[in-house]
């Protein structure tokens, strides 16, 4: 199996692109968690990333998504089902994966 090594700079990056300010997940890490830990966490990312590649398995959790109501138009009808939009809630990781592989 050929798999392309990731490196530590291209993990740092794709950490550095999350966007900020968002909601948690269901994990309830943001990606500020991200941001702000220790530097080691890149590395132990890096070998996360590369392991699942090697064995072409992806975490059962980094699947799930919380979908979260919110409102339209805070001035109309709170009772009808138009007055909302559903947002989906996923982990970091789950942002962070699409960053480094479909970006």
Same mark, same amino acid.
Not at 74 to 85: I, P, Q, S, T, W
């Given at each position: 199996?050929?798999i392309?090594?990731?490196? =530590?700079e291209? +993990?740092?990056?794709? =950490?550095?692109?999350?966007? &900020?300010? !968002?909601?948690?997940?269901?994990?309830g @890490?943001?990606? /500020?968690?991200l941001? &702000?830990a220790?530097? #080691?966490?890149? @590395?132990?990312? $890096?070998? @996360?990333?590369?392991?699942? @590649?090697? &064995?072409g398995?992806?975490? /059962? #959790?980094?699947?799930?998504?919380?979908?979260?109501?919110?409102? !339209?138009? $805070?001035?109309?009808d709170?009772n !009808?089902? /138009?007055? &909302?939009r559903? +947002?989906?809630?996923?982990?970091?990781?789950?942002?962070?994966?699409?960053?480094?592989?479909?970006s």
């Amino acid at each position: 199996m050929c798999i392309a090594p990731l490196t =530590v700079e291209q +993990i740092d990056n794709c =950490v550095k692109q999350l966007k &900020y300010g !968002k909601a948690a997940g269901p994990d309830g @890490l943001t990606a /500020e968690h991200l941001k &702000y830990a220790h530097p #080691a966490l890149v @590395l132990h990312l $890096k070998l @996360l990333m590369h392991l699942m @590649l090697f &064995y072409g398995y992806v975490p /059962e #959790a980094f699947g799930f998504g919380l979908i979260v109501p919110l409102v !339209k138009d $805070k001035l109309g009808d709170h009772n !009808k089902v /138009e007055n &909302y939009r559903g +947002i989906t809630l996923t982990p970091v990781i789950v942002n962070f994966l699409n960053l480094l592989f479909f970006s």
